[in-house]
Structures are given as C-alpha cells and as structure tokens.
C-alpha cells in the first residue's frame, strides 16, 4: 500500500514514479484503499502539475462573469405533441452546449436511489472480496479499477471505478458482483430504452428520420461505469476526474447531491449542479464526428472534494471493443458543397485504442481524426 511516507514530501532525487504506480496498482485497493489508511496528505503521482492549477485560476473561481443554466428538458411531453419542440431543444443543446439535463425520463426515482446505492456497496465491499474484479485488462466485460489511463496520464485522479459492459452482447448478470447484480441488470434496462428515445430526438434534431443513429448501432451497445470518489484530504491539489470529453456516441449520467461535475462553455468552467431526479446528458466525441461539429463533445471534469464519497453512474453508448466492421465518419446525409467532412472515417477500435493510449491528457482525440487541421 502506498502510504503517508510516500507523500509530496518526498524527496525529488530519489522519487520513482513508476515504482510508486506500481505500489498502488498492486495493492489492488484503489483510492478508497488510501482514504481507508487515513493519509492526510496525497501521493506525489496524485497531485495536479503546478501549470494546470494555475491556468484554472484564469478560467475559474468566484469572480468568473461566465452563467449558463444547463438546458432542462421534459421527456414528458413526446406523447402530448410536444416532441417538436423537444427536438428544437435537443438541437439547440447539443449544438450550444454539449451537455443537457432530463427530467420525467421514464427511470423511477427508486432505481436511480437503488443503482447508486448498488454501487456504492460494491466500492465498500471488504478489499479481500473486491480484488478478485480488479484488472488492467481491455477485454474483460466486468472489472474494478482506478485510473484506466494510470500509466499514462501526467497525474493520476481520485477515483475509482465499476466498469460493466452490458452490451451488444447480453452480460450474464452471474458476472456481476451480487451485491450491486439485480439494479445494475434493472438499470441497465431502463438507461438503454431512455438512449433508444434520445438517439431518435438527435436524429430528427439533425434533419434525419428518427431511427438513423438507430440504424448506425448508436445504441446497440452500452457499458456502466460506476464511479466511486471519496473524501480527499487536499482537494485543491489533485482531481476528481480530470478534463476530458467522452470516447462514445452519448453519455447518460446519474450524479448524487454532492456535486463537482463542471463544463468548459466560454473559456469557463460552469457547474451542472445536481437536479433531483434528474439525468446529464452529453454529447461524445463520436456523435460530433458523425454530426459533422453539428453537435459538440464538450470537456468536463470532476473536482475532488474534502465531502464524500460522492457516487455517480455514467451509461456509456458504445460498441467499444465488440467486433464490427462498420465505419464511422461524417453522416452522407448532412454534408454539402458548403459543409464538406471535416473528419476521415474510423473504427469504433481504432478510436477507442486511441483514445485509452492517450489517456486523459487535455487533447481531444477528435483531432486526431480530423481532416482539416
């Protein structure tokens, strides 16, 4: 186990980060594993490099003038004949914003109470019993870990992680641990019909008939990732999860009342505060490729807190590793003379291998694929 000794006093002529990774990795416990053991201060490999904070103090804090109330929009009003006005919503959001909130969704408040507080007694399961779901390895469908991008990113966040893949291929609910089975499989099911209605909204929102990002797979796979924060001794030094935009078509995301998500929206970074009852939605970085930058994949973060642990569940919309040999790029159908494609067409393995090599450091993995830039 990492422990107190092991912290920013170290001395810098005989610090080995690798070696320190390594410690962590091995110890198998995550996070929670060194909130457990009681460090008052962070592991060097935690803390933020000094040029990221201070570029924070240009684009944050009390005196920013930048206030955007997240867009909220009724579900329930698709069957009242308000869906046109939902698509112009979703269109608007989407194309301004990136990010949006729903509310009469469908999910009751039961399963949204009950798939977090699933998660949550996973990431308090004993560290005996929660070793056995720890891995690094690509292809396993049901795996706990902390930092997927550990070895690779310039600092590592205070998080850990219960990643599921749920889809295409039914998960064997066997494979999850008993403790979070039954609402993550109910969950699983209600968060996979809300993405069928609103892959048929951002159809329409871009000129298409409902079901063609249907038709495109957008929502034929998803993974769960429940993400697990707790308190931190030295918030202001490290991250929650730092800035990143999401290697999927859309992200459903489910925040208890603690707070500490933010967007980048005008050189600012903006809170979503928590909406009871509420679900986040954000576009990712695929659907903007497809969308041709109609939509926009958006950074967004996640502070770390002296308060916690603060409990979330991200529905990402993804193939991710499952063999296919469709092609994404641009949508045929949206380009012009005057929009041509600004990306090449990918794989959905192509771009996600990309993506987790890269790890979450500051760049978008959009330009990578840009034809233009």
């Known amino acids: 186990m990492v422990g107190a000794d092991d912290s920013h006093g170290a001395d810098p002529a005989t610090y080995d980060r690798y070696r320190e990774l390594k410690r962590f990795d091995e110890s198998k416990s995550g996070v929670k594993g060194l909130a457990d053991s009681g460090i008052a201060s962070l592991p060097r490999f935690f803390l933020r490099p000094p040029e990221d904070i201070a570029a924070d103090r240009h684009c944050s804090g009390p005196a920013a003038p930048t206030r955007l109330e997240i867009p909220v929009i009724d579900l329930g009003s698709l069957a009242a004949g308000g869906r046109p006005a939902a698509v112009a919503r979703v269109l608007e959001a989407g194309r301004e914003v990136g990010f949006f909130q729903v509310v009469n ?33 690509m292809g396993r469908k049901v795996k706990f870990t902390s930092n997927f991008d550990l070895y690779e990113s310039k600092h590592a966040n205070w998080r850990d992680t219960l990643f599921c893949v749920m889809g295409p291929e039914p998960l064997d609910p066997l494979e999850l641990p008993l403790v979070c089975r039954d609402m993550m499989m109910e969950y699983s099911r209600q968060v996979k019909a ?16 409902p079901d063609h990002l249907l038709k495109m797979d957008c929502a034929k796979g998803h993974a769960l990732l ?123 393995r192509e771009f996600v291998t990309y993506y987790d090599s890269k790890g979450l450091d500051g760049t978008s993995a959009l330009t990578h694929f840009r034809l233009v830039k």
């Not at 798939?115 to 949550?120: I, P, Y």
């Not at 996973?122 to 891995?135: D, I, M, Q, R």
């Not at 009852?277 to 770390?304: E, T, Y």
């Not at 979330?312 to 929009?339: N, Q, V, W």
């Open 194 to 209: 809300l993405g069928t209605t609103l892959f048929e909204l951002l159809s329409e929102a871009l000129g298409l008939k």
């Open 226 to 348: 429940g993400h697990y924060y707790p308190a931190c001794p030295e918030p202001d030094l490290t991250m929650g999860t730092t800035k990143h935009s999401d290697p999927d078509f859309l992200t459903i995301l489910l925040q208890d009342h603690i707070g500490g998500l933010q967007i980048y929206y005008r050189d600012q970074w903006v809170d979503v505060p928590p909406v009871a009852g509420a679900l986040v939605v954000n576009i990712g970085d695929l659907l903007q490729l497809m969308s041709n930058d109609i939509f926009k994949s958006v950074w967004h973060r996640v502070l770390a807190n002296h308060v916690g642990p603060r409990l979330s569940m991200a529905c990402f919309f993804t193939l991710h590793l499952y063999p296919t040999t469709r092609m994404y790029g641009p949508i045929k159908e949206i380009l012009s003379e005057d929009r041509p494609a600004l990306y090449r067409e990918t794989s959905l």
């Open 105 to 137: 969704h469908g999910i009751p408040e039961s399963v949204l109470e009950g798939v977090l507080a699933a998660a949550r007694a996973f990431h308090e399961l004993p560290a005996e019993v929660k070793v056995g779901y720890y891995s690094r390895e």
